[in-house]
């Protein structure tokens, strides 16, 4: 699509992509091993994007792989305005694992909670095992927050976790529903009550009762409204 547009002489294209693809391959883990967040950084350069506007990296740093502007927009807004609709009591936020705590203490300071964080280790690809937990939940209602639910197995780790330490309610949210493989079976057995995600990529909530899916359409809208008059996109997360 971009090559075609550039070859039919656009004056300007935009590469409006909700959910990059490959975003956690964005290092080598092991020796030849593809980095390939920045190989597709630049197949979109070189097909002729001009700009991309795209939300929730995995690893904010992926910006500079493109040698284009990015916009790097937050579902935040949009999943704190669902929270703030409903009333809960005695909270805290739980971080998955060290890597999201930033992501974690941001929800918390907007949500005025206090924070837990997960120590994790992965043995294995898309397997999580976890082994300390920084903080108290008993006898709270937990938020988990993360950018990405793939396989659900950290996710479910976690929560089963917390759970085993007192945890009175289990509430999680993400960005994008990858919900691969058994995904959904492994929320469903799992102790969460509610999981929360937006429409980056098409969630079918059907599959269970438990997932619940807010738009992030009225954000991206106002994000290529804001890009095309040259206005400002960072006033969009005062």
Known sequence: MLDALRRASAGRITAVIPYYGYARADRKPAPRVAITAKLVANLITEAGANR???IDLHAAQIQGFFDIPLDHLYARPVVLDYIKGRNFENTVVV?????SVERARS????LDMGLVIIDKRRPRPNEAVVYNIIGDVKGKT???FDDLVDTAGTLAQ???SIKEHGAAKIIAAATHGVLSRDAVDKIDKSPIEE???TDTIPVNA???AKIKVVS???LLAEAIKRNHMGESISELFK
């Not at 929800?107 to 907007?110: D, T």
């Open 95 to 99: 971080s998955p694992d060290v890597g």
């Open 195 to 197: 999981l929360i995600l």
């Open 107 to 110: 929800f918390a300071k907007r």
């Open 216 to 218: 992030v359409a009225a």
């Open 142 to 144: 937990c938020f988990i």
């Open 158 to 160: 976690v929560a089963h």
């Open 52 to 54: 991309v506007i795209t």
């Open 206 to 208: 059907s599959k269970s």
